[in-house]
């Protein structure tokens, strides 16, 4: 694993993901099953150039779960 020496903040929220939702979570990015990601948005043609960018996604079918992170991470970034 990579360590990330330029990380700057920590976000913490008391019980925000109940046992259930780390359960899933852990068992979702404790797998070896990557995919090759693909583009955001509305593209007609998946016109990746992977010399510049090439990202390995996990498949994640939790949609409460995915919500629930989702938003987390927009309001920490904005």
Do not use: P, S
Request: glycine letters at 2%; charged letters at 35%; one cysteine or more.
């Amino acid at each position: 694993m990579k360590q990330n020496d330029r990380f700057q903040f920590v976000v913490y929220r008391e019980n925000f993901l109940a046992k259930e939702e780390c359960t899933k979570l852990r068992d979702a990015l404790d797998t070896d099953e990557l995919v090759d990601a693909n583009l955001a948005g509305d593209y007609t043609e998946n016109i990746v150039n992977k010399n510049v960018r090439k990202t390995l996604n996990i498949e994640f079918h939790d949609e409460n779960l995915f919500k629930k992170l989702n938003g987390a991470i927009k309001v920490i970034w904005n």
